[in-house]
């Protein structure tokens, strides 16, 4: 039964994207003051909040481990910081992509995007650890250290426009604009969650199968033959 959920997700993620693209395009309103160049809002905001709820779960998958010692975690550790960068790349491009017309520059050391810049700098150093350590169960838990200690940035990230003064706005609510911009908005937030949960589902699985063949007892050679290696232990 469970065959069909993956790609029935997938689907179901394809079509909300495609009739959020043609809403945010066609029949949201254009900014009072940036006119249409703000549409590119209802991709870049949701990317960027995908982001952080991937990198949330890698925080919370690590602190699991940590405290139950089981593969699973951190094999979904390992899935949603893959997808975490993947989405945080995407939005930090859009933004700049943003910037550009309204700010006259591609990139500037506003507070929120050099938060943002060390969350994906972080996480791409997360992901070379896993794959420099080849000990699974050291690697397991130098990342989880790692990427308890990169989660630090995320809350700095949310709260940096209201700390410092920035030229990035504060997050908007939906008593500040328009109910089209906000129902736009919050549709292609669903479709960009349905695509984040497909790829974390199939990274994790990958992640999970690898972390399978890394710990499985050597059933091929004979217990006396085995080079005087011992084997790691079965998956947890």
Do not use: C
Not at 123 to 133: D, E, I, K, N, T
Not at 164 to 182: E, F, G, N, R, Y
Request: proline share 6%; hydrophobic share 55%; aromatic share 14%.
């Amino acid at each position: 039964m469970r065959n069909w959920l993956r790609p029935a997700l997938a689907g179901l993620a394809f079509a909300m994207l495609g009739v959020g693209a043609w809403l945010g395009l066609s029949w949201a309103p254009p900014d009072r003051e940036m006119g249409d160049v703000q549409r590119i809002m209802y991709a870049h905001v949701p990317s960027v909040w995908m982001a952080l709820l991937a990198v949330t779960l890698n925080f919370v998958s690590s602190i699991f481990y940590l405290f139950k010692n089981t593969w699973k975690a951190d094999a979904l550790a390992e899935a949603s910081a893959e997808v975490g960068v993947l989405f945080g790349a995407v939005g930090v491009s859009l933004g700049a992509i943003w910037a550009r017309p309204t700010w006259g520059v591609w990139w500037t050391w506003d507070p929120r995007l050099t938060t943002a810049a060390i969350m994906l700098v972080s996480y791409a150093g997360y992901l070379a650890l896993r794959r420099f350590v080849e000990d699974p169960e050291r690697r397991a838990v130098w990342s989880a250290v790692i990427a308890i200690i990169s989660y630090v940035d995320v809350p700095i990230i949310w709260y940096s426009v209201k700390w410092w003064k920035s030229l990035h706005q504060v997050q908007s609510s939906p008593k500040t604009v328009d109910p089209a911009m906000t129902f736009v908005l919050r549709w292609n937030a669903f479709a960009l969650l349905a695509f984040l949960i497909f790829f974390i589902w199939s990274r994790y699985r990958i992640a999970l199968r690898e972390r399978q063949r890394e710990v499985a007892l050597p059933d091929a050679i004979p217990a006396g033959q085995a080079g005087g290696m011992e084997p790691r232990g079965a998956l947890r």
